[in-house]
T-cell receptor
Framework: KNEVEQSPQNLTAQEGEFITINCSYS?????LHWLQQHPGGGIVSLFM?????KKHGRLIATINIQEKHSSLHITASHPRDSAVYIC?????????????WGAGTKLIIKP | DGGITQSPKYLFRKEGQNVTLSCEQN?????MYWYRQDPGQGLRLIYY???????QKGDIAEGYSVSREKKESFPLTVTSAQKNPTAFYLC????????????FGPGTRLTVT
C-alpha cells in the first residue's frame, strides 16, 4: 500500500462544476503539499499546509491531521484548470526532508 | 527572475550513449533534486544534494550519476547502464531547512532509441 493515496485517479467534469480531489496518507507529517502539473510537464506548487485550510483564488486546500486526510477543491472550474494535481507529504522528523509523492489525479474540465 | 532552468526540453539519444541533463537555479537554494516521471506514475527520486560536493542516492539511482560542483548547478548523467532511460526528468530545488516548498524546472523529455 502506498503511503500517499489520491482519489480519484481520473476526473472529468463540466465547466463550472465544483471539484474535489482527495489525498490520504499513512505517516506522521510535518506538512502536506498540493502541486499542479500542466500538460507541458512543468510543476507548480499550489499549497503547503500543516493544519486547517488555505485559499488561493478558486482553489481551497484543507487538511485533517487526525484523520490523515486532505482535500483540494476547485470552485467554478474552468477548462484551464485541466491538469494533473499531485499530493505530497513531508514526513515528520525526516531529517532529509524528503517528500513522499502521490500518483496524481488527472483532471479534465470540458467547456 | 528567479527560477530553475533545465535544458534541453526534448532530447533524443541512441541506446548505449551517455547523456547529461542540465539543471541550474538562481534561487540560492541549498538543496537540489532530480526526479523521474513515467506515464501514469508518481515522481520518483533519483538523486538529491543538500550541499556543494555532496549528494545522496534516491530510490532509483542505478544507471544515473550526478555532480554538485556549484550551488547553482546539479547536472544529471543518464548512463548506458540505465536499462529504461526514456522518461520525463524533473529537477527541483528548495531551502534546506524544512518543511519547504520545492520549486521545479520545466523538465526534460528524454527519448532513447
Amino acid at each position: 500500500k502506498n503511503e500517499v493515496e489520491q482519489s480519484p485517479q481520473n476526473l472529468t467534469a463540466q465547466e463550472g462544476e465544483f471539484i474535489t480531489i482527495n489525498c490520504s496518507y499513512s505517516v506522521g507529517i510535518s506538512a502536506l503539499h498540493w502541486l499542479q502539473q500542466h500538460p507541458g510537464g512543468g510543476i507548480v506548487s499550489l499549497f503547503m499546509l500543516s493544519s486547517g485550510k488555505k485559499k488561493h483564488g478558486r482553489l481551497i486546500a484543507t487538511i485533517n491531521i487526525q484523520e490523515k486526510h486532505s482535500s483540494l477543491h476547485i470552485t467554478a472550474s474552468h477548462p484551464r484548470d485541466s491538469a494533473v494535481y499531485i499530493c505530497a507529504v513531508t514526513p515528520y522528523m525526516d531529517s532529509n526532508y524528503q517528500l513522499i509523492w502521490g500518483a496524481g489525479t488527472k483532471l479534465i474540465i470540458k467547456p | 527572475d528567479g527560477g530553475i532552468t533545465q535544458s534541453p526540453k526534448y532530447l533524443f539519444r541512441k541506446e548505449g550513449q551517455n547523456v547529461t541533463l542540465s539543471c541550474e537555479q538562481n534561487l540560492n537554494h541549498d538543496a537540489m533534486y532530480w526526479y523521474r516521471q513515467d506515464p501514469g506514475q508518481g515522481l520518483r527520486l533519483i538523486y538529491y544534494s543538500q550541499i556543494v560536493n555532496d549528494f545522496q542516492k534516491g530510490d532509483i539511482a542505478e544507471g544515473y550519476s550526478v555532480s554538485r560542483e556549484k550551488k547553482e548547478s546539479f547536472p544529471l548523467t543518464v548512463t548506458s547502464a540505465q536499462k529504461n532511460p526514456t522518461a520525463f526528468y524533473l529537477c527541483a530545488s528548495s531551502p534546506l531547512e524544512g518543511p519547504y516548498e520545492q520549486y521545479f524546472g520545466p523538465g526534460t523529455r528524454l527519448t532513447v532509441t
